[in-house]
């Protein structure tokens, strides 16, 4: 049974010059202990679908339609408390930003200490120690004496690693990660992403890795979900869609990717830009930038269809193809 099922989240802003659609029809599962990645452009819709799952769209966004089911319970009709007592407890987040995480003013005991003891049934004594165990499964240096240490007092990478704690204290079933290694440097950035992958697998957490960047993809997930102005426009096994991409646009991200094995005289690249909100074509949303476009792409817009190992939302893959 999948621990997350997102089924046609719709989430809408409304605006004086009428409504932006931010997600359309966007449906998933993610299993117990599995990762799934999720990749796109900038404005693709990527961090928004993580913050309709946590209930933490910014007003005046709202989801105007569709589900989000955790273990079978819907959530994200939740009033604001009930949410609050699932996110952090069920629901762990993991932003880009640590400092804009985690409290200045405190240190960062009292801030596990805290997250723990409001989650979980035990006392401060108990729950200091859980953060002094977490902080060293997390590969912080001399823990027990830097839990009492500020923010300030960590490097980037050590602070993100103080934030992975906090999010994994109280020991959720789900990690909602909006691209959790940005701001570290590559050999940071490839210890914190072994560390979630180990976790992932054993604690059985399910995870939702939100990133750029395909090559942690690749080392991390077990799916992926490649999203477009709003839309999912592939989801399929990780191998297969790093290998064989079937959505022209999946296509152009992967070419743009170099290869490590052989030397190529240039890399794919994808014309045009992600469209505005308010400026979303008729159609499939990719059509100006498909160098596959046919007639029925600019007047009508696919759903997910099969296309081999993978399901991507493109007429090719429809009975007929462009015929």
């Known amino acids: 049974m999948s ?3 997102v089924k046609n989240l719709r989430v809408e802003f409304p605006t004086r010059r ?25 404005g693709a819709g ?29 959530i994200d ?3 604001y408390e009930k949410m609050r007592r699932i996110r952090g407890r069920e629901i762990g987040a993991i932003f880009q930003d640590p400092l804009t995480t985690l409290n200045p003013l405190y240190t960062i005991g009292r801030q596990l200490v805290e997250t723990i003891t409001t989650h979980l049934p035990v006392g401060p004594g108990e729950a200091r120690e859980k953060a002094i165990g977490w902080l060293e499964l997390v590969g912080i240096p001399a823990a027990r004496e830097r839990i009492d240490s500020y923010p300030h007092e960590f490097s980037g990478g050590m602070r993100q690693r103080v934030v992975i704690a906090l999010a994994l204290c109280a020991e959720p079933k789900l990690i909602v990660a909006d691209e959790p290694t940005t701001a570290l440097d590559v050999s940071i950035q490839a210890q914190v992403i072994a560390m979630l992958k180990t ?3 054993e604690k059985g957490t ?25 839309r999912i426009s592939e989801i399929g096994p990780v191998r297969e869609l790093v290998r064989h991409a079937r959505h022209p646009y999946s296509q152009g991200l992967m070419g743009s990717i170099p290869p ?18 308010s400026a979303i074509p008729r159609g ?26 993978t399901r991507a939302s493109c007429w090719l893959y429809a009975e007929g193809g462009a015929a």
């Open 18 to 42: 009428g409504t932006l659609v931010a997600l359309d029809d966007v449906s998933f599962e993610i299993a117990p202990g599995e990762v799934l990645g999720v990749v796109g452009e900038s």
């Open 284 to 309: 499939c949303a990719f059509n100006p930038r498909c160098p596959k476009v046919f007639d029925r792409c600019l007047v009508e817009r696919p759903e997910l269809l099969d296309a081999g190992t």
């Open 199 to 201: 976790l992932a697998r």
């Open 3 to 5: 621990l997350l099922q």
């Open 206 to 230: 399910a995870m939702m890795l939100v990133t750029h960047d395909m090559g942690v993809i690749a080392e991390t997930a077990d799916r992926v979900a490649v999203m477009y102005a709003g």
């Open 260 to 277: 490590l094995d052989r030397r190529v005289e240039r890399l794919t690249q994808i014309d045009g830009a992600m469209p505005r909100l």
């Open 77 to 79: 009709n939740l009033p």
């Open 46 to 74: 990527k961090s928004m679908t993580g913050a309709a799952i946590i209930g933490l769209l910014e007003p005046p966004g709202r989801i105007a339609s569709g589900q989000v089911l955790l273990e079978g319970r819907r």
